[in-house]
């Protein structure tokens, strides 16, 4: 069984990381706005983008939830190297494969998915697509070796090797723009899939591992991944349908409506996709050795993850819908940016707050789902989410605006991770009343920092500044983070003060704070044992 203190030290590791990465990819995009602006040429890299980021991610994602819980399993080493090979081969050819067939048919394909395009806007997207095209290759190559560190524990350099990607195409992108001007866009984009993947590459080895290429059609292990994989590209290419429809629905609500969804989802996606990424990375390898072992475990694992999120994120989806205007103020407040589309992009956020913890509660429970190989059961889930959120659309947007759409994807999510929740009950030493308990004592911790905010909220001198909006914003989180303390204690909920632990552990593991201890950061008994 996975202990609780080592996932808890991984995952803020990987969350560490994963903010470095982030922040590399932010620098990217302000650097990209600076030095382009609307040119043409942004339009057609971003159009020939496109083709390989989503058919590589696609099929990356797809091939590296199969992937994972199969490997977890294997006790044999000599079996487990010959799976992986095979695995990186196939994926190797096929991305070839796609490659060529890009390559010769880079026109039609700029046609089809740049049909707005000006003539020079197409040749300019069709010379940058040929630069992309081989992240087809490496993309899926890269998350699929990422996936053999996270299951043999090293999630550490696993993050750093993939947070070389974005810095990679930042260091590119600064270097090569004053030669080659816009054709650095392309190129530093490709340049960060070979970073990444050359980083991974070069350590296998250190790691125990042998790259060689191996095509076993007969392969058990092949075969069980490939009736896994289908499934799973399924539920993926519907689910990213479901931005499509929000937008399409946005349209019809006036101006102004599609550009509050899209800003207001990116404050509550951003550090969510930072979290959940890691969290899943550091906790899907247990939850894969958990299922295949025949004396069980994963009920139990998935019980105590469910139950840590609630404490952790839901008062923190209450205190981000109760400062949503003022991050909105902060963020995007400015220029054309005026009152109205604050407001209307604050009601997104309220909208969407409640999925900084359902997206955590699916996130967990679809892994769960992916290491028993219960694929197709989510690929009919990905069918009813989309079928739901909908209708809900249809239903809320009239009533409600762009809110009413933010609602929809709340209840709709909602509504899977409860079907999930319910269909986990087959899971042996799953404790659904454990979990509902769990989310009763945080929502009665929640009830209370959101009311110190709103109080805090209307007491504070507010002259409209962004510089307002920061220091009460600041003040705010910080008694609603105390509030929470307190609260989780008379709740009897221990997992903000251990992530606070953890957090001072890491901290008091810094070099300079070390220094300041007194040389190696060993306490004074731990010097004198020594």
Known sequence: MANTRHVGRDILVATSVGSVAKLAGISREVLIAALAGAHHGVDAFFVALVVPTTIGSLLGTATHAAFVPILARQTDPARAERFVNGVLSITLALG????????????????????????????????????????????????????????????????????????????????????????????????????????????LGHAGHRLRVVFDRRSADILQLAAQILPLVVATSILTTNTVIDRAVATTLGTGAVAALAFGSRIVYAPLDLVMNAVTAVIFPHLSRAAGDLRGGQGELLTRSLRAAAPL???????????????????????????????????????????????????????????????????????????????????????????GIAVSTTLTIGAIVAVMGWLSRSERDFDLAAIIDSILRSAFVTVGAVLAAIVMIGVLPDDGSTTAAVINGLAVWVVGGIVVLALSAAARLSEPRLVLSLLAERVGRLPFVRRRRGGDGATSGERGHQ
């Open 96 to 203: 070839l494969a796609l490659v060529a067939v890009v390559e010769a048919f880079a026109e039609p394909v700029v046609k089809l998915i740049g049909p707005g395009l000006t003539p020079i806007g197409a040749n300019e997207a069709v010379t940058a697509l040929r630069i992309v095209t081989p992240l087809l290759v490496l993309l899926p190559l890269e998350g699929l070796i990422a996936a053999i560190y996270q299951v043999r524990g090293s999630i550490g350099f696993a993050s750093v090797a993939l947070a070389a990607s974005p810095i990679a195409t930042l260091v590119v992108l600064v270097g090569f723009w004053p030669t080659i001007g816009i054709a650095a866009l392309p190129a530093a984009a490709l340049a960060g899939g070979i970073a990444s993947v050359a980083v991974l590459i070069a350590n």
């Open 313 to 403: 994120l839901l008062p923190v989806a209450g205190l981000m819908a109760a400062t949503a205007h003022l991050a909105v103020r902060v963020l995007y407040q400015r220029g054309a940016f005026d009152v109205t589309a604050a407001q209307l992009t604050s009601s997104v956020v309220v909208g969407l707050s409640p999925l900084v913890l359902l997206i955590a509660y699916q996130g967990i429970l679809n892994r769960a789902f992916q290491a028993s190989l219960r694929t197709r059961t989510l690929a009919l889930l990905a069918i009813v989410n989309a079928v739901l959120n909908l209708v809900l659309d249809l239903l809320l947007a009239p009533l409600f605006g762009v809110a």
